[in-house]
């Protein structure tokens, strides 16, 4: 599998998002189809960890693209984003659900559930996608597929950001975790 170069996360974080979808999530043996994702676009965007600011979990977002931003959420769940554009600007693209495609198990529909199947948590924050064990790869014969565009989930919050249509997925898959 060919995994994706830096210039394709050091990119606008929506377009990012959009043609991440359909790739490949490996890590080690494990291997998933990349079918929900949402993008989170700075410090500007209310909904984004960076939008408070440099701290010592989000320096991996101000960091260069094309790395893993890994952390925990109530406590029990990591969830995985990729790190997207110039180094300082703050953005990436959370990972929300993967079909799986080799050595998967478990359910994979939710972003904690996503981490869970594929072995993902905190020792890979920070991880270059560049790496030979953990990455994204471009899917072999990828069908062509719709992509529906929704709000964010669990960004109440954010005030405008949450009502954003920032959330991507691949229409009809039934890996994904909320229509």
Not at 20 to 40: D, F, P, Q, S
Not at 74 to 89: I, K, S
């Amino acid at each position: 599998m060919r995994k994706l170069p830096r210039s394709f996360y050091d990119r606008d974080t929506i377009a990012v998002a959009r043609d991440l979808l359909g790739k490949y999530l490996v890590h080690k043996k494990r291997i998933g189809r990349i079918v929900e994702v949402e993008a989170y676009l700075g410090p500007h965007d209310r909904a984004a960890h960076s939008a408070k600011g440099l701290t010592e979990r989000t320096k991996v977002m101000f960091g260069p693209p094309g790395h893993a931003y890994v952390y925990m959420v109530y406590g029990m769940y990591y969830c995985m984003n990729v790190v997207t554009e110039r180094e300082g600007h703050a953005s990436a693209v959370l990972l929300r659900a993967i079909e799986p495609v080799q050595h998967i198990e478990e359910r994979t529909q939710g972003p904690g559930l996503l981490c869970k199947a594929m072995r993902i948590d905190k020792r890979l924050n920070a991880h270059d996608l560049l790496s030979d064990n953990f990455y994204i790869a471009a899917a072999p014969n990828t069908e062509p597929f719709a992509i529906a565009r929704r709000p964010r989930i669990g960004v109440d919050y954010a005030g405008h950001w949450s009502k954003r249509l920032l959330r991507f997925y691949i229409k009809g898959n039934p890996f994904v975790s909320r229509r």
